[in-house]
């Protein structure tokens, strides 16, 4: 079975620009999870979606990130324009549907904004 | 307060000894309670979740959950070189949705 897939694995953009980021979760896992890890900090929640729905996003740092899930297998995450302290690495992760909500990572997308 | 707190370490054990990782959260709300295991570079790998009060157990892993004082364990028994790595709580609080809280890691060296 497949894991979490994410691409890319590293971006390198400047300040002011758009970058987009995919997440791939593992078949049949309706939740889908984005997370931010900037330099010397903890995992940040981002948000939450089941299916194609938002279900928290209380994480989301600004309008300037807009995720998406259409037809409710990948997800999308989109940093427009991308500033500086948006550096970090993203994380996504997927669960089965319940309570359990035992969350698998993928490997994570590596953003530096110059 | 931080809304999960973790003793940042570093946890320094003999190859076979014991290691003890805590952690303690702050919002009663919490319902499920997860313990990840990072390397340097790589993305967070579950290890252990627990549910309810008391024990778990899992080869040589074992998670303790107290509620009533907002407290998470993990215990590895027979510590090995190869557990040397970041070990993450996290804690997760419904909302509607759920939000997973990760605590700022310990991080584990086993001496061979």
């Known amino acids: 079975e497949a894991g979490v897939t994410q691409f890319p694995s590293h971006s390198v953009i400047e300040k002011g620009q758009t970058v987009t980021l995919r997440c791939d979760p593992i078949?049949?896992?309706?939740?889908l999870y984005w997370y931010r890890r900037v330099m010397g900090k903890e995992i940040k929640f981002l948000l939450h979606?089941?299916?194609?729905?938002?279900?928290?996003e209380s994480g989301m740092p600004n309008n300037r990130f807009l995720a998406e899930r259409t037809g409710g297998t990948y997800s999308t995450l989109k940093v427009q324009p991308a500033e500086l302290e948006d550096s970090g690495v993203y994380f996504c992760?997927?669960?089965?549907?319940?309570?359990?909500?035992?969350?698998?990572f993928g490997p994570g997308t590596r953003l530096t904004v110059l | 307060q931080k809304e999960v707190e973790q003793n940042s370490g570093p946890l320094s054990v003999p190859e076979g000894a014991i290691a003890s990782l805590n952690c303690t959260y702050s919002?009663?709300?919490?319902?499920?309670f997860f313990w990840y295991r990072q390397y340097s570079g790589k993305s967070p790998e579950l290890i252990m979740s627990?549910?309810?009060?008391g024990d778990k157990e899992d080869g040589r892993f074992t998670a303790q959950l107290n509620k009533a004082s907002q407290y998470v364990s993990l215990l590895i028994r027979d510590s090995q070189p190869s557990d040397s790595a970041t070990y993450l709580c996290?804690?997760?609080?419904?909302?509607?949705?759920?939000?997973?809280?990760f605590g700022a890691g310990t991080r584990l060296f086993v001496k061979a």
């Open positions: 992760a997927s669960s089965l549907a319940g309570l359990a909500n035992e969350q698998f």
């Open positions: 078949s049949g896992h309706d939740n």
């Open positions: 979606f089941v299916k194609e729905s938002k279900q928290d």
């Open positions: 996290a804690v997760n609080i419904y909302t509607g949705g759920f939000k997973t809280i």
């Open positions: 919002d009663r709300g919490s319902q499920s």
């Open positions: 627990i549910y309810s009060n």
